[in-house]
Structure formats: structure tokens, C-alpha cells
């Protein structure tokens, strides 16, 4: 199957950041790595022939339980771009590892990473290098774990907290 | 000025810290914000979410494919139907397999009642914080009748219908249904020509919403906006549009676009967009054709009930897929899967892992966007314009925090 415009404007500029490149049921996707996603995403925004400008969607997988076939590095950020102009999404995906779930942030790029960044910090533990204000977003500050992590369990209590003073 | 400020000392000014909800009416009990006010204006504020998260992706991560689907009816629950359909999309999408012509048209005329709904209540209610409690109650006069409609065909009023199925939908629509929802809509016409007149042209209502909570169109795609609150700014993305899924491609049908991004243009632009979605809804009943209502594939669609109860091997593959470890189980992949919720791109990303459920289930909520950009768009305002700004996004509690 051919490549896609984008998928191939990437491979030409970042050869060396481009881990693998697929596109499942016409979604485009991209694996790269982690220290070029800041760089990768300036570069699908400003390039003035695929401008994304849209940060749709950011989100984290956790790879733990997954057998089939198992992964390498235990984290994936997942970023699905979107361009206006062209009418056209991407996913960029970078893989993080158990012992440094840490990523540059993206918020110079786009207001709303700020917050999707805080999710994902809520429910992955993964850290974002640059965010002005990483803070758990859905749930409390004392909650302790990441409830998405496939290793949090499905039941059991969380400590109590009293109303802050 | 000197006077001013020795007045200021004198008096003790200083700007003031003021927690607005989340037990606050207009902040719906699930929005809390911290307000950083010089005297009536606000300075900086921060949204604090989270409020109604009851763990929506990590439930559905460890059910079957099947049994999220009621999860998804409490993500928005104004319109859960088209929430069913872009969940069902995005497992059909992992299959590869295209549901008939039919289902196609019954799940565009049920998500357009849907949208019709959500913004009913949406302009309603954010009228009655406004002080226009008559809007309110004639919208959910029509919204009432539409729920009727939405009652008859899934069973469930408004918020719990669980319509779908993957690969089709419940039933084929009743009898007589086209009447009655053209009946419906007629009161719904009226109902707008009257709101129309109680608040486009009202003096109260315009000088509350018109220049408040503007956005310019720049930053809302940076704060990823989208739906009404983005085409408000004057840009026409709409996810029928521009990526057309069901059959939205052989519907005529305008996007309404604003061009301030104020609240009288996200009010004006839902309007609109009612009649919009009347109008879809009316050329699908008119062309809609006869014919099956779900794929015929055993591995995916559930027999009918009544071969279920009259047929062996119905029973069996019934059986099969509602025991544990064998229901329907999509191919190894990922995808992401895009509709356009009432309040603007919903967006269902799924891997599957070649399991009977879902290895990662993430939902795109519109509302969680738009939420973000409150803040940006309630500073430098006045505290009473928060109401009004609030409104007229349209948070959604379940959405916005799953």
C-alpha cells in the first residue's frame, strides 16, 4: 500500500526518529521517538503543505498485559493530529519505558496540552517535561496511583481525606 | 488618582479569592472555580474538573465489547444515541465491515434527534440562567416530544436508551414513526419562531451575551474547539462534513458558521443548526430504503430474540456470544474513530488485542476541550458573565470527566 503524503514528509525530514509507520484501517500512524515528539509535532504544524493544527486528541497506553504480541517499552503516548486544511489526521505514538515515563510537553504548541497533559499525568504517571503546571486533573490531589495503569486493581478503597482547611 | 489610592488604602481593597461551585446552580454541581476578583471583574481564574469521573475507560477496559455500550449512553447524557453510534463505529471500523444501508439511516435520523435535543436543553437552560425561564419551559416542551420519539424506538426516555448493537442497531424503527416525528418537529418549528422572538432581538438577552466570552477563531483551534463552539468563531468544521460517515455525504445540509465566537453567536449558531438538523432528519425519513438493520454475521451481530427462542443454533451462537471469553472479537489493530457529538468532535480511540474486550478504550470528549478554554474565555469578564459563558459551552459533567 502506498504511504501517505504525511507519513512520507516525515520519514524524509526525521529519518532517523521514525521507529515504524503503519496505516491500520486508513489511520495513519507514526512510531517515533520520544525525544523528537516535540519536534515531529512543530514540524506537521508549521510545514505550511501538512499544517495540523489541531491537537485532537492525547492520550497513553499501558502496554503491561498486552501478549499479543508483547512490547518492548511498557508506555505509549498516542497524539492524533488533525489538519483543517487538508483535511487529514495522524497519529503519532511514542514509546516511553517503565523506569522514565517522561516526555516534553507540548503545551508551546497547543493551549489544550495543558490539560490533556494533565490527564495523562492523572492517569498514567507519566511525566511531561515543560508543563507549567503538572497536576492531577480528574482526580485529588491525595488519590494515590494512576487508575489506567493497567497494574491499578479494580477494587479496593482509596485513604479518606477531610475537607482542607 | 492619588486620591484614589489613599482611598484604596483606607478601605482595605485588595482583590479577593471566591470558590464559585461546585454546589452552585449555575456551575451544574460539577464544575468548581477558583476567582481571583478585582472587585466585580474577574482577574484569573482556574476550572477545576473531575467531579462526575466514575472511571469510564478503565470500566470498559475490563468488560466486553458489548457491555460498554451503556457506558457510553452516560457520556453525554443530552444525547447518548450518537455517543452509542460512534462507539459502535469504532468497533465495526477495527472489524473493517460497513453495517447496511438501512441501520445507516435510522442511526443518522435518531443522532439528529439527538442533536436537536442536546441543543434544545442547551439553549434553554442557558436562557433560564439568563432569567428566561419561559424559553426554558417551551423548549423542553418540544424537547419532551422528541424524547417521546427516542422512548419509542430504543425504549429508553433521553438518557438510558443503549439503542446500539454492534453491527446494527436494536430494532427497525415503529410503526408510523415517520408521522409522528414530522408531527414533532412541527411543534419544534414553532417552538424556535417563538424563541426567536422571546430572546434574538431581546435587549436583556443581547447585552448579556453579545461581545461575552469571545474567542477569537485562532485560539479555539488551539484550545482544541470543536462543534458549535468552534464553527461560533467562523470556522465550518463539522466532522459530517468534512469526513462524512454514515450518510451524511447524500444529505443536503448547511453549516451554520458565526464570526465574533461571543455567546450570542455560539446561541445564534445552535439555532441554526436545529433546523439544519430537521432538515437531515426529514430527507432521511423521505429516502430512507427497506432492508436488513444489522450485518448478517454471526461473530458479530446477536440473533434476533425470537430465532433465539425458536431455533437451536440461534440459541447457541447466543450462547456463545455472551459467555465469557467468547464474545465478538475484533481483529488485532487500533483506530480511532470520529463523530460529531452535539457538542463537537467525539472521538472513540480502541485497541483491541485480538481479546473479547477492549485493551484500551479512550474517549475524545468534546466538552474536555472546550473546558479548558473556560478560563481564557471568563477572564477580564465580569462575574456575572461567567453564568452566561457557562451556558453557552455547554458542559457536559459526564463527558467532560468520564
Known amino acids: 500500500m502506498e504511504e501517505s503524503l504525511t507519513l512520507k514528509k516525515l520519514r524524509e525530514r526525521f529519518p532517523a526518529s521514525i521507529i515504524d509507520t503503519h496505516s491500520f484501517r486508513g489511520d495513519d500512524t507514526a512510531v517515533v521517538k520520544r525525544v523528537d515528539v516535540v519536534d515531529i509535532c512543530r514540524f506537521l ?18 502496554y503491561l498485559q498486552m501478549n499479543n504480541p508483547p512490547k518492548t517499552e511498557r508506555f505509549e503516548v498516542v497524539y492524533h493530529l488533525y489538519s483543517i486544511k487538508y483535511n487529514h489526521r495522524v497519529r503519532i505514538k511514542a514509546p516511553l519505558t517503565e523506569a522514565d515515563p517522561t516526555i516534553d510537553s507540548l503545551t508551546p504548541l497547543w493551549a489544550v496540552a495543558n490539560w ?21 486533573i480528574l482526580l485529588y490531589e491525595q488519590f494515590e496511583g494512576h487508575p489506567l495503569r493497567k497494574d491499578y486493581p479494580l477494587t479496593g478503597r482509596q485513604p479518606l481525606i477531610g475537607p482542607k482547611n | 488618582m492619588e486620591k484614589t489610592a489613599t482611598l484604596a488604602r483606607e478601605l482595605n481593597i485588595r482583590e479577593m479569592t471566591l470558590h464559585m461551585g461546585p454546589s452552585h446552580p449555575a456551575m451544574h454541581g460539577t464544575i468548581r472555580m477558583f476567582l481571583e476578583l478585582d472587585g466585580e471583574t474577574v482577574v484569573s481564574s482556574d476550572v477545576e474538573i473531575g467531579y462526575l469521573h466514575r472511571g469510564f475507560e478503565k470500566t470498559c477496559e475490563n468488560r466486553t465489547y458489548h457491555q460498554a455500550i451503556i457506558y457510553t449512553d452516560r457520556l453525554n447524557y443530552v444525547s447518548p444515541l450518537i455517543n452509542n453510534f460512534g462507539y459502535a463505529m469504532a468497533v465495526e471500523k477495527l472489524f473493517g465491515v460497513d453495517v447496511p444501508e438501512r441501520c445507516k439511516y435510522i442511526r443518522v435520523i435518531m443522532s439528529e434527534i439527538c442533536r436537536i435535543t442536546d441543543h434544545l436543553t442547551n439553549v434553554g437552560a442557558s436562557a433560564m440562567e439568563l432569567g428566561a425561564i419561559t424559553a426554558f419551559l417551551y423548549m423542553i416542551k418540544a424537547r419532551e416530544m422528541l424524547w417521546k420519539l427516542i422512548e419509542e424506538v430504543a425504549g429508553g426516555r433521553g438518557v438510558t436508551p443503549s439503542y446500539v448493537r454492534i453491527g446494527g442497531v436494536k430494532d427497525d424503527l415503529p410503526e408510523g414513526f415517520q408521522g409522528r416525528t414530522l408531527e414533532a418537529f412541527k411543534v419544534t418549528r414553532e417552538v424556535l419562531q417563538e424563541i426567536h422572538g422571546l430572546l434574538t432581538k431581546n435587549r436583556i438577552f443581547v447585552d448579556r451575551t453579545k461581545g461575552v466570552g469571545a474567542i477569537t477563531a485562532d485560539e479555539a483551534m488551539s484550545y482544541g474547539f470543536t462543534g458549535p463552539c468552534l464553527r461560533s468563531t467562523g470556522v465550518a468544521y463539522d466532522v459530517r462534513k468534512a469526513q462524512p460517515y454514515m450518510v451524511y455525504d447524500k444529505m443536503n445540509f448547511e453549516v451554520p458558521v458565526g464570526t465574533n465566537g461571543d455567546n450570542y453567536d455560539r446561541y445564534l449558531v445552535r439555532m441554526e443548526e436545529i433546523q439544519q438538523s430537521m432538515r437531515i432528519c426529514e430527507q432521511a425519513l423521505f429516502s430512507m430504503p427497506p432492508g436488513p438493520i444489522k450485518i448478517d454475521d454471526p461473530r458479530i451481530t446477536f440473533p434476533s430474540k425470537k430465532d433465539v427462542y425458536g431455533k ?14 467468547h464474545g465478538i472479537m475484533p481483529p488485532k489493530g487500533e483506530v480511532y474513530q470520529a463523530v460529531e457529538g452535539a457538542n463537537g468532535e467525539l472521538g472513540f480511540y480502541v485497541i483491541s488485542d485480538g481479546s473479547g474486550r477492549p485493551y484500551r478504550l479512550r474517549c475524545r470528549p468534546p466538552c474536555f476541550m472546550i473546558m479548558s478554554g473556560v478560563s481564557r474565555l471568563v477572564n477580564g469578564g465580569m462575574v456575572a458573565d461567567i453564568v452566561p459563558t457557562f451556558g453557552s459551552v455547554n458542559m457536559i459533567g459526564g463527558e467532560c470527566d468520564r
Open chain 1, 45 to 62: 504544524k508549521e510545514s505550511p503543505d501538512l499544517s495540523y493544527n489541531f491537537l485532537m486528541d492525547l492520550t497513553a497506553v499501558d
Open chain 1, 116 to 136: 490533556l497533559e494533565r490527564e495523562c499525568w492523572d492517569m498514567f504517571g507519566i511525566r511531561f517535561d515543560g508543563h507549567p503546571d503538572l497536576k492531577r
Open chain 2, 312 to 325: 437451536m443454533e440461534s440459541l447457541i451462537n447466543h450462547f456463545k456470544l455472551f459467555m465469557n471469553g
